[in-house]
């Protein structure tokens, strides 16, 4: 059974930083494509930024050039390094985990429980 557990999200005023992780299990944690999602109040879950087993990663393009995410298949742990944050960037945020691009991008699979990121000053 895959188990995903998002941990680091907080509150910071704009222009601060935040770096959730999310620790996988049940699951051969470096053979997936690891992504980040979010989902604000009222709003549909989005696609925030995902990074391939290979390494290669890809992003939403209002989080360009201010998120980065990374990987380290040792701990089983996906990050996103969240830096000069805006109020839009206030959701709570999930990891997902895909044997494919394919199936992250489906609406279906394991999610955990989320983190919420409020940017507020």
């Known amino acids: 059974q895959v188990q995903l557990v998002e941990s680091g999200g907080g509150l910071v005023q704009p222009g601060g930083s935040l770096r959730p992780s999310c620790v996988g299990a049940?699951?051969?944690?470096?053979?997936?494509?690891m992504g980040w999602y979010r989902q604000a109040p009222g709003k549909q879950r989005e696609l925030v930024a995902f990074?391939?087993?290979?390494?290669?990663?890809n992003y939403k393009d209002s989080v360009k050039g201010r998120f980065t995410i990374s990987r380290d298949n040792t701990k089983n742990t996906v990050y996103l390094q969240m830096n000069s944050l805006k109020p839009e960037d206030t959701a709570v945020y999930y990891c997902?985990?895909?044997?494919?691009?394919?199936?992250?991008?489906?609406?279906?699979?394991?999610w955990g429980q989320g983190t919420q990121v409020t940017i507020s000053s």
């Open positions: 990074i391939t087993n290979g390494g290669e990663t």
């Open positions: 997902k985990a895909g044997a494919s691009i394919g199936s992250l991008l489906s609406p279906s699979g394991s």
């Open positions: 049940g699951i051969i944690f470096s053979n997936n494509v």
